[in-house]
T-cell receptor
Framework: GAGVSQTPSNKVTEKGKYVELRCDPI?????LYWYRQSLGQGPEFLIY????????DSGLPNDRFFAVRPEGSVSTLKIQRTERGDSAVYLC???????????FGPGTRLLVL | GQSLEQPSEVTAVEGAIVQINCTYQ??????LSWYQQHDGGAPTFLSY????GLEETGRFSSFLSRSDSYGYLLLQELQMKDSASYFC??????????FGSGTRLQVQP
């Protein structure tokens, strides 16, 4: 079956612009996670969805970051007024409810100029 | 706070055995996972230890000691394709994983 997919694979934007990053989880996975990974570091948790609701958004760095999952499948991470420090790889993962294994997508490489 | 410590780099030769250690300090702990990530690729799940002891999956084994807040990943019969970064990640009970900063393994011929 298909794995987790993310689009776009690369995004270059200018400081101050708005961006949307999309994640398609594995079919049937109710849990969805967003992480951010800077060069040479491990993934850093941003937000976790169980179904349509954000069960834990404690990792979002500030109110410029927002994510939705309106139908319990595809999720969109939205970043307003981008800053150069937002440049990173944004990873999405999904898992079956109750299972510890998370399956990661290839990530979106965001570069803010 | 939550922290996981692992060596930044390890070098080994093809065919050898290498051990990557991970020590953790977390406010809650349910288990330790290991992920592999090739340059430019997605993290890929390798193993999970929810209980103390050794878990074996082919050439890879993982160990956990809760009393020592310590775990390790053991890679046997190293191959060139094993050159990658390896991350330990703690399940602290909040579903999201807390990752270490990764160990870059370089396998030499």
């Amino acid at each position: 079956g298909a794995g987790v997919s993310q689009t776009p694979s690369n995004k270059v934007t200018e400081k101050g612009k708005y961006v949307e990053l999309r994640c398609d989880p594995i079919s049937g996975h109710t849990a969805l996670y967003w992480y951010r990974q800077s060069l040479g570091q491990g993934p850093e948790f941003l937000i976790y969805f169980q179904g349509t609701g954000a069960a834990d958004d404690s990792g979002l760095p500030n109110d410029r970051f927002f994510a939705v999952r309106p139908e319990g499948s595809v999720s969109t991470l939205k970043i307003q007024r981008t800053e150069r420090g937002d440049s990173a790889v944004y990873l999405c993962a999904s898992s079956r409810d109750g299972q510890e294994t998370q399956y990661f997508g290839p990530g979106t490489r965001l570069l803010v100029l | 706070g939550q922290s996981l410590e692992q060596p930044s780099e390890v070098t080994a030769v093809e065919g050898a055995i290498v051990q990557i250690n991970c020590t953790y300090q977390t406010s809650g702990f349910y288990g330790l996972s290991w992920y592999q990530q090739h340059d430019g690729g997605a993290p890929t799940f390798l193993s999970y230890n929810g209980l103390d002891g050794l878990e074996e999956t082919g050439r890879f084994s993982s160990f956990l000691s809760r009393s020592d807040s310590y775990g390790y990943l053991l890679l046997q019969e190293l191959q060139m394709k094993d050159s990658a970064s390896y991350f330990c990640a703690a399940d602290t009970g909040r579903r999201a994983l807390t990752f270490g900063s990764g160990t870059r393994l370089q396998v030499q011929p």
